[in-house]
């Protein structure tokens, strides 16, 4: 079980801290990641890290800007944002997959967690 939380609502500009926390089980065996909503518009890929090792992947539109990290011991997955901007505006989802591959497409995710809204106000 996922468990997203640390939306909000903040300025152009600023910073947000999303946690993603798994319950049930070791994410040893998992890649996970995050993917954003926006109204009328497709999950979107945003970044992923595989549990075991720490690779990283993410989206040309957040990288530099995002960063995706995870703490084994808490078994709970992070998402720095920095520099948000008005577009970064969506419901942020936390998933995971049984694999070793990066996927940046939502279908390949197995489990999800709840959304998070994050909104960045002009």
């Known amino acids: 079980q996922l468990q997203a939380c640390g939306g909000g609502l903040v300025q152009v500009g600023g910073s947000l801290r999303l946690s993603c926390a798994a319950s049930g089980g070791t994410l040893n065996s998992y890649v996970v990641g995050w993917f954003r909503q926006a109204p009328g518009k497709e999950r979107e890929f945003v970044a992923c890290?595989?549990?075991?090792?720490?690779?990283?992947v993410h989206a040309d539109s957040v990288r530099g800007r995002f960063t995706i990290s995870r703490d084994n011991a808490k078994n709970t997955m992070y998402l720095q944002m920095n520099g948000l901007k008005p577009e970064d505006t969506a419901v942020y989802y936390c998933g995971a997959v049984g694999s070793v591959l990066l996927f940046r497409t939502a279908a390949k995710y197995d489990y999800w967690g709840q959304g998070t809204l994050v909104t960045v106000s002009s």
């Open positions: 890290i595989r549990w075991s090792g720490g690779a990283t």
